[in-house]
């Protein structure tokens, strides 16, 4: 997660869905991790693209990014949106049994 201090969207993806993230499913599969746009970015994340716009949540696995959700689009529409981002994952075969367990999980919940 890119973020910068003073973020309204931030703030609300901090109140609305930060405090349950690491107990999903989705969290467990994909652990969140924030970098601030205002810093340089760290050296393991150079590869990316970069946009002035926070939030913006970008799914990286093994040095590639498989996509991104660019702001806070509301509690509902995140978690649709990083379903579909993790089933790319899984589509692009580094996701394994752990992804298949989660898009299980996404069609009982939804």
């Known amino acids: 997660m890119f973020e910068q201090a003073g973020c309204v969207w931030c703030e609300t993806f901090d109140r609305e ?28 994340l150079t590869f990316l693209e970069t946009e002035r716009l926070a939030p913006l949540f970008v799914l990286v ?6 996509g991104r959700i660019r ?8 978690w649709g949106l990083l379903g579909a981002l993790i089933r790319k994952l899984d589509a692009a075969g580094t996701g394994g049994e752990r992804g298949r367990l989660i898009e299980k999980s996404l069609h009982l919940s939804g």
């Open 61 to 66: 696995e093994k040095g590639q990014e498989i």
């Open 17 to 44: 869905i930060a405090p349950i993230y690491p107990k999903t499913v989705e969290g467990q599969r994909a652990p969140l991790r924030r970098v601030n746009i205002d810093h340089t970015l760290p050296s393991d």
């Open 71 to 78: 702001g806070y689009p509301g509690e509902d529409h995140f």
